[in-house]
């Protein structure tokens, strides 16, 4: 007999930056449990679905999530008591209608989400089945990579006060013959990093996702610090490791221009820029290089990208979100995108963009948010959807390290998984770090 849904509570907990958050507990008539915690994006597209909080400045200075949960359980609760646990899209489904909004702003795509994803780790339990394997059997694919993972060591923009325009630089170790190894290669190089920094005397400080917030003149720096890292940890950059870049470009766009370190640039001049960078450094993927409002940019950074084979990852301008990521194929808009569950709301219209995404034959990359717990839903989510990269901050602190352990454990559970091989084009240069120190 299908286990149904007996009992569910939420509760208002902490996220990584300090806010609070929902967490939703939920039973079965079978005994069987699931739980789930929702994270907190910090960085966001305008047309992300809508984070509740409650606005009362006695309590976290307005950012309480108590009506969210009052929602929970006064309103979405009554709703789905006694139904089959199993049937997620019926879950799903059911509360998008209650709440009947485009954006889930009525409940919140907190609450939504916080039931959304601990019923299915309910369901999972209750079949005795892994995370990993009832995600994959809901997504209708069977597990057959681990995703590259993708490190945040360097935080600027809005995760920092470093004073540097660009979000995230990343370390992508897709040299690894294996995760373990890929998450030894990133870690390794993180501490490197570290003693490069204190040694040129900088205030190491941490930014919102674990990674290094230092006081540099650049994001031209940064890059030339961080390849050095990668060198001196012993691995040849552009082969065994590489650099990933988030722009975050809405952060710095005004009236159609870019201001940038100093500079205020046209779309462009600020492509000119990005494309530059992938030559000179060892790039293999850059995310939000443009606004979200500059889609005529964006169409011609893709087609410059494709050309030198870089990844063109749009994560505001596309927001998990079904409709504008068919507008973005049909307009030819980047060639990969982030996967992000907050963003929409639901399991089900996240596995409804990740199955678009590959019919369309854009790459995937499953991310965390800045404001993260230790839940590794995503973990799972990748490997059940095949999806071959993700992104969850720099390898330290709980909240980000929970997700990559996640994944060797789930290396370790599930026979014939590789780590996913040949997404990137092989640099066109030889990175020669004589012209940078």
Not at 24 to 43: C, F, I, N, Q, T
Not at 322 to 334: L, V
Request: glycine share 10%; net charge negative; proline share 3%.
């Amino acid at each position: 007999m299908t286990a149904t849904i007996q009992q569910m509570t939420a509760h208002e907990i902490l996220d990584s930056r300090g806010f609070p958050t929902v967490r939703v507990d939920v039973l079965l008539s079978d005994g069987s449990v699931g739980r789930a915690s929702v994270p907190s994006g910090k960085s966001t597209g305008e047309n992300e679905a809508f984070e509740l909080r409650d606005k009362d400045r006695f309590r976290y200075r307005g950012k309480g999530v108590l009506q969210a949960i009052s929602h929970i359980e006064q309103i979405i609760l009554p709703k789905i008591l006694g139904m089959d646990v199993c049937d997620q899209a019926f879950l799903d489904q059911t509360m998008i209608q209650l709440d009947g909004t485009p954006d889930k702003r009525n409940l919140g795509a907190n609450a939504i989400l916080g039931v959304s994803l601990s019923v299915a780790r309910a369901a999972a339990a209750s079949r005795q089945e892994s995370l990993t394997g009832y995600l994959a059997d809901l997504y209708g694919a069977a597990p057959q990579l681990l995703p590259v993972p993708m490190m945040n060591v360097i935080n600027g923009g809005k995760h920092s006060d470093s004073g540097i325009a660009i979000e995230e630089f990343m370390l992508v170790p897709h040299g690894a013959r294996n995760i373990s190894e890929a998450i030894r290669m990133a870690a390794e190089t993180y501490h490197i990093l570290r003693f490069i920094l204190e040694k040129s005397h900088q205030r190491v400080s941490i930014g919102d996702e674990g990674g290094f917030a230092p006081q540099l003149q650049s994001s031209r720096e940064a890059l030339t610090i961080l390849t050095q890292a990668i060198w001196e940890a012993g691995y040849e950059p552009g082969h065994d490791i590489s650099i990933a870049l988030d722009f975050a470009a809405n952060s710095f766009y005004e009236e159609g221009l870019y201001l940038y370190e100093g500079h205020r640039w046209t779309s462009k001049k600020m492509t000119d820029y990005i494309l530059g960078l992938a030559e000179e450094f060892p790039i293999v993927s850059v995310e939000d290089g443009l606004s979200e409002n500059d889609w005529d940019g964006w169409l011609n950074l893709t087609k410059r990208a494709n050309r030198v084979g870089l990844q063109c990852v749009g994560d505001d301008i596309f927001v998990t979100n079904c409709e504008i990521f068919q507008r973005g194929i049909q307009a030819g808009i980047g060639n990969a995108i982030l996967i992000k569950p907050n963003q929409v709301g639901t399991l089900t219209e996240t596995f409804a963009v990740l199955r678009l995404a590959s019919e369309a034959g854009y790459r995937t990359v499953v991310s965390h948010r800045s404001g993260e717990t230790d839940d590794a839903f995503i973990s799972d989510l990748a490997v059940a959807t095949n999806a071959a990269q993700m992104k969850s901050g720099a390898p330290a602190r709980g909240e980000c390290v929970s997700k990559y352990n996640e994944l060797m454990t789930i290396d370790r559970e599930i026979a014939g998984l590789s780590l996913a091989k040949g997404l990137y084009a092989s640099p066109t240069h030889h990175f020669d770090p004589g012209a940078h120190w």
